[in-house]
């Protein structure tokens, strides 16, 4: 692939915690001595994680439980977005006497920031203006680059096609560049 990307110094990726992602862009564009890739967990992805526990915790079916989780969830997601992702992972660890549907949920919810902390330095990335979301592409991918490599809908979400759509991505950031 000769694009702009494989010559850039600096190549900035917005994905979820995916694990092909993260594998493929290792593949396809290392960091080098001369290029460095910084990895970015899309914040909207980290933050449904959050949501998903404030829901399992606090529920969210009367007005009251919803204000509960809001505020507990809205009190996590500043101290990730201050970079204090540590201290949501020590938080979460805390949560004592769960049960069922709610221990998982957090065990994932501490499995995934565990996995990508390195990829959740929101103030840096903001600092440095780099985006945090991947919903730009991603709306770009489907509405530019999907229609002409002709891949199907349903190849962004099921098995072997999730990777073909990958590639399909970085065929767009090749057709950028």
């Known amino acids: 692939m000769n694009s702009t990307a494989t ?20 593949e396809l564009l290392p960091s080098t001595s001369s290029r460095r890739v910084v990895e970015i967990l899309d914040w909207y992805h980290a933050a449904s994680h959050l949501w998903a526990v404030g829901r399992a915790l606090k529920g969210c079916k009367t007005p009251a439980q919803k204000q509960q989780c809001i ?11 201050a970079g204090q992702v540590a201290n949501v992972l020590q938080r979460l660890r805390k949560l004592k006497n769960l049960r069922g549907d709610s221990a998982d949920t957090v065990r994932k919810c501490i499995k995934y920031f565990d996995s990508h902390r390195t990829r959740m330095r929101y103030t840096w990335y903001r ?11 991603e709306s770009i991918h489907a509405w530019v680059f999907q229609p002409r490599c002709r891949l199907p809908r349903h190849a962004l979400v099921e098995g072997r096609g999730q990777r073909d759509s990958e590639i399909a991505l970085f065929v767009g950031l090749w057709a950028l560049g």
């Open 127 to 137: 600092k440095n203006r780099m985006l945090i979301g991947s919903g730009a592409m």
């Open 7 to 26: 010559i850039a110094r600096e190549v900035v990726v917005v994905a979820d915690g995916g694990n092909g992602i993260w594998e493929l862009i290792a």
């Open 71 to 81: 505020a507990w969830v809205t009190t996590l997601l500043d101290n990730i977005a």
